[in-house]
């Protein structure tokens, strides 16, 4: 029989293994739970600049089936650097754009003769852009989400013979594709147009048009092989004057033979200028158009580039008319983040032509361009347009959705005369700002251009008395559009600026900023003497021409009225014009050309030393970058307009900045031309050629721009041997600097063809920020090492932290990577100020979360903690070293700090004599323990040490007092004295009677047994039997509760003991000490 408590010690030894499989089967299922989980996240790097630059010159050649965009006989159409390819079902055209504007276009035509006419062309290698067309004011005719391929392929153009047009690095390749058994002296090539056709002594086929060449190279010839390829001798063979077959060498003829020519268009022999916004308006690419081509970036480094083409297209032999007129055309791209692939290619114009002058995108990603056109028939959106038509020159703003596939808005803004525009901006409500040059006269109404009521200027040079003068021959507009709204609704504010006198004073350039207040800037190069001037800092005009700036407040609440908080003149005797204008929210930064050195200055405001002098450098004109800051207030009067920074930016030939724009830290990042061999340049990309594209990164928050101090300023050169410009920039929030232009070089760094068919095409370069992180301090405050060690040395298995401080030196800058490596030796913690990732041989890499500010050498750093735990056991002389390395995601940038060291003590622990001691139970032995430092003279053991008694007698105790633990052993070993107190002994003799309550239920048995003694025998009998069983009973409960007792010592037994004294600081050191009880 069992007793409760026996049931309840069984129970409890059944628990473990029934707990131990029930955690087995749960780790399982947690296991099984954790494999069948979802792959983790992958981590994206970001792009280097370096290769993004490079990246936006391997944009993929495309192909574009006709959907109507060429004449009707051509079924696919491409464009190449220097000229348009026309596929039809017996040739391939290729056209060469004209030169310069007005200059008609030349075609040479491949015809394969003897070809198969019912092969049929199909596009290949789908690319993930598309291409749009909003050509004239027909809507029949326009075109949405046209695909572009990467290879057009014809099967069976020759029996067993195939034909494959594809690019290659934005080359022109085709490739004859010839069977086993087929013959691959079926292909004959008809090439006509061409003014002269020969092969070169290099094997190159040439043929020459207009003073242009274009080159097939010696075909490469070859067959694939298990092995790779297989060169087969190949060349051209001229048959006559214009008819060219191949000539091939011995090949395995089981196996496809690969004939693959490819195109080199010679652009340093007369391009098409086919992209230049110079040439296209002025005539010349040496007169570039500021802000023409003009750059955007939205959040997501996404590239927008608006420029203006003048593409040809197919000569058409049915006289049909193209799609394109016969003046320039906009196009809008947008780059894939990398830069390596076009999203889309979007087409828009009219009959005449048409010029870009500003780019924004907003946080939908529609997307927002104002110009010029010429055009009567420019696509405007009628039922939501300020002007839906119009003749002659005139304004346009367009809006397109984040596809590029639909206008959402687009508009004439046209006045009695012409209107031309010269810049523009976006606020965050998606509110266009346009300013430029205007011959109207118009007067203010709530439908009028360029003066709304409650214009700043109701007529052309209006004074500040309201008087209106004898118009001037042209003035300076300013516009407000609002494309969410409808008709006249969408034009809330447009107004005049400008002077009066002389009446026919020059005017150029002109742009336009807007800060998150929506207060407006405006500038602009003018003859004018009587401009509207206030709180100004220059208050005359010098001669000449003068720049001129302009802050306008933004309009009350429920108001549309500007009001001035200044405009000054900034200028000398000569002509200074201003083309680019930025704001960082206070500060106005100007940007264009200045012919004197004769501009006034303040102390101060001008820079200093050899990066960007305040001299003038020299030629008839210099690029100028200006800071004007906040006028100042004495009570309730606007003092002027203080000029905070000026500076020449230039060489001894000409130069010209025309676009800017500035960063939160006013960092001024500029983009122009420049003709001088001297440019003060700090880098450059293979420049050589009669103009140069510029890209400057100015600090205009102190005077000295040397190279290699704090928050220096520097410049890159981008050009080649040809003429090139840069004409627009644009800044994304981690500071890359993106920068638009044209160049007709062929040896461009890495330049983009973003358009058609151009010897000079539009070009996007991106630089990255200037990363100027360190871990090196000067001056006063700097820690004297970095990172600082703490504490040093540092105990056996205790923490020590390595506190490394960053420096920034440059642009705020994202994505930086620190790599510690803190040695296999250690075990890491939780490093503070950046998240890493899981340490692998010693190394951890972790990412700095959010932006790197710019900082002074000795104030507010980034601080990186790496802690780490130093082994439990390290021999003499044991050191942790630790290092680290700092690099950005996307750059090659990389600085290292220099290694530093923590020593690692350990500590002992012993017995003080006597370590043995003999006490009878009941009494008290006292020892002494001592704790030293590992090794002596280095520092000491720097944690605490805590002592504890282990494998004490029983019934007793060992006490430490209050002494305990021991804070540290910096000024040598520490000794403690301890008890270990024992318990008397006491025996308890044994009871007579065992007690329990099985015992108390024989009385009640035995009295109940009494109740019988007066009935009947028979009864007495079974009453008898039956307190038998229950007697029985009992008894056996009693049985059950155990055997007899027996007497009880308690105290601490008798014998020798060895006790265990234990020392624990990070790790446990431990030592013996032997305790008789008797």
């Given amino acids: 029989m069992v007793s409760g408590r026996g049931v309840g010690a069984a129970f409890a030894r059944g628990r473990a293994p029934v707990i131990m499989v029930l955690l087995v089967l749960g780790t399982a299922f947690l296991l099984r739970r954790d494999n069948s989980s979802s792959n983790p996240p992958k981590i994206a790097s970001r792009v280097n600049p370096a290769e993004a630059r490079a990246a936006f010159g391997r944009l993929p050649m495309s192909f574009e089936p006709n959907q109507g965009q060429s004449d009707g006989s051509v079924k696919f159409l491409a464009r190449g650097n220097g000229y348009g390819l026309y596929l039809t079902s017996r040739e391939a055209a290729l056209v060469f754009g004209g030169g310069q504007k007005g200059q008609t276009s030349a075609a040479v035509e491949m015809k394969f003769a003897g070809a198969n006419l019912e092969a049929q062309g199909a596009g290949s290698d789908r690319l993930p852009g598309h291409s749009n067309y909003f050509i004239g004011n027909d809507p029949s005719r326009w075109l949405r989400n046209v695909p572009q391929f990467g290879r057009v392929a014809y099967r069976e153009i020759y029996p067993g013979i195939d034909l494959a047009f594809y690019g290659n690095q934005g080359r022109l390749e085709y490739d004859f594709d010839v069977a086993p058994g087929a013959d691959p002296d079926r292909i004959q090539l008809d090439l006509t147009g061409a003014d002269k056709l020969q092969v070169a002594s290099n094997g190159d086929l040439v043929l020459a048009k207009n003073g242009r060449e274009l080159r097939f190279q010696a075909p490469r010839v070859y067959q694939n092989s298990a092995a790779g390829e297989q060169n087969v001798s190949g060349a051209f063979v001229l048959r006559g004057n214009d008819h060219v077959s191949f000539k091939v060498g011995d090949y395995d003829r089981s196996r496809t033979l690969v004939i693959d020519p490819v195109l080199v268009f010679s652009s340093y022999l007369g391009g098409s200028l086919a992209e230049s916004c110079g040439v296209i308006v002025n005539g010349s690419q040496a007169s570039p158009v500021a802000h023409c081509p003009a750059i955007a970036v939205d959040g997501s480094q996404r590239v927008y580039v608006a420029g203006s083409t003048l593409s040809s297209d197919f000569p058409s032999p049915t006289g049909s008319p193209a799609l394109n007129g016969p003046g320039a055309d906009v196009f809008l791209v947008r780059f894939n983040p990398t830069g390596t692939a076009l999203d889309y290619t979007t087409y828009l114009g009219g009959s005449g032509t048409e010029y870009p002058v500003g780019i924004g995108v907003d946080s939908g990603l529609n997307v927002y361009i104002a110009g010029t056109t010429t055009s009567g028939d420019f696509p405007t959106t009628p039922a939501n347009a300020f002007q839906a038509s119009a003749s002659g020159t005139h304004v346009f703003v367009t809006k397109f959705d984040s596809s590029g596939s639909v206008r959402l808005y687009s508009t004439y803004l046209a006045g009695s005369g012409t209107d031309a525009a010269s810049g523009m901006a976006l606020d965050s409500l998606a509110h266009v700002y346009v300013v430029g040059i205007t011959t109207s006269t118009n007067t203010p109404s709530t439908a009028a251009f360029p003066a709304t009521i409650g214009a700043l200027q109701s007529c052309p040079g209006e004074t500040i008395s309201g008087t209106c003068p004898t118009p001037p021959s042209s003035q300076f507009f300013f516009s407000k559009v609002d494309p969410s709204q409808i008709g006249s609704l969408s034009l809330p504010y447009s107004t005049y600026v400008g002077g009066s006198t002389p009446a026919n004073a020059s005017l150029m350039g002109g742009a336009v900023a807007v800060d998150s207040s929506f207060n407006a800037y405006l500038t602009g190069g003018t003859g004018f003497s009587d401009m509207p001037i206030v709180n100004a800092f220059q208050s005359a005009n010098g001669g000449g021409r003068d720049a001129w700036v302009a ?37 106005a930064f100007v940007t264009g050309s200045a012919s004197a050195s004769g501009i006034t200055t303040v102390p101060g405001a001008v820079a200093s030393g050899t990066g ?32 905070s920074y000026f500076t020449y930016l230039g060489g001894g030939a000409d130069d010209a900045g025309l676009s800017i724009v500035a960063d939160s830290n006013q960092n001024a990042y500029v983009t122009g031309w420049t003709d001088s061999g001297n440019f003060p340049s700090t880098a450059t990309l293979t420049p050589g050629g009669p103009r140069d594209a510029f890209a400057a990164r100015i600090l205009t928050t102190g005077t000295s721009t040397n190279s290699g101090s704090t928050g220096t300023s520097s410049s890159i050169i981008l050009g080649g041997s040809g003429t090139d410009t840069g004409t627009s920039v644009a800044l994304d929030p981690a500071q890359n600097f993106y920068v638009a232009g044209d160049t007709n070089s062929g040896n461009f760094p890495s330049p983009s063809s973003l358009a058609a068919g151009g010897g000079t095409d539009a070009f996007v370069a991106k630089l990255g920020p200037k990363v100027g992180l360190t871990f090196t301090c000067s001056g006063t405050g700097c820690p004297g090492t970095n990172p600082t060690v703490s504490p040093n040395p540092v105990g056996v298995g205790s923490q020590v932290t390595f506190d490394y401080a960053i420096y920034n030196l440059g642009d705020p800058v994202t994505g930086v990577v620190f790599t510690d490596n803190f040695g296999s030796n250690v075990s890491l913690g939780t490093p503070a100020g950046a998240t890493c990732g899981t340490p692998s041989g010693g190394t951890v890499v972790c990412t700095i979360t959010g932006t790197v500010g710019t900082t002074a050498t000795n104030t507010t750093p980034t601080h990186v903690r790496i802690p780490v735990t130093a082994p439990s056991t390290a021999p003499n002389g044991t050191q942790i070293t630790n290092s680290a390395t700092l690099s950005v995601l996307g750059t090659g940038f990389q600085v290292s700090s220099t290694p530093q060291s923590a020593q690692v003590n350990d500590f002992s622990v012993s017995m003080v004599p006597p370590s043995a001691a003999t006490v009878i139970a009941g009494g008290v032995a006292t020892f002494t323990a001592k704790v030293s430092a590992v090794p002596l003279n280095t520092g000491g053991f720097p944690g605490s040490v805590s002592l504890a008694c282990a494998s004490l007698p029983p019934q007793s105790t060992c006490d430490f007092g209050t002494n305990n633990p021991i804070p540290n052993m910096s000024n040598g070993p520490q000794s403690r004295v301890f008890e270990i107190k024992t318990t008397a002994r006491i025996t308890t003799p044994a009871s007579l009677f065992r007690g329990g309550p099985s015992y108390a239920l024989w009385m009640p048995i035995f009295g109940a047994g009494l109740l019988g003694a007066g009935i009947s025998r028979k009864r007495r009998f079974l009453l008898g039997a039956f307190f038998a069983v229950i007697l029985g009973i009992a008894l056996s409960q009693a049985g059950c509760g155990g055997g007899g007792s027996s007497s009880t ?30």
């Fill in 551 to 587: 802050k306008l407040n933004a309009p009350a609440n429920n108001t549309q009225q500007y009001t001035p908080a200044y405009e000054t003149y900034l200028g000398s005797g000569a002509n200074e014009d201003a083309y680019g204008v930025a704001t960082d929210g206070t500060n």
């Fill in 612 to 643: 960007f002098p305040q001299a003038f450098g020299g030629g008839a004109s210099d690029a100028f970058v200006a800071k004007f800051g906040v006028p100042t207030t004495t009570g309730t009067t606007q003092g002027s307009v203080p000029l």
């Fill in 1049 to 1078: 010592t308690t105290g601490t037994p008798t014998g020798t003991y060895t006790v265990i004294v234990n020392a624990t600081g990070g790790a446990t050191r431990s030592t013996t000490l032997q305790l008789t009880v008797e």
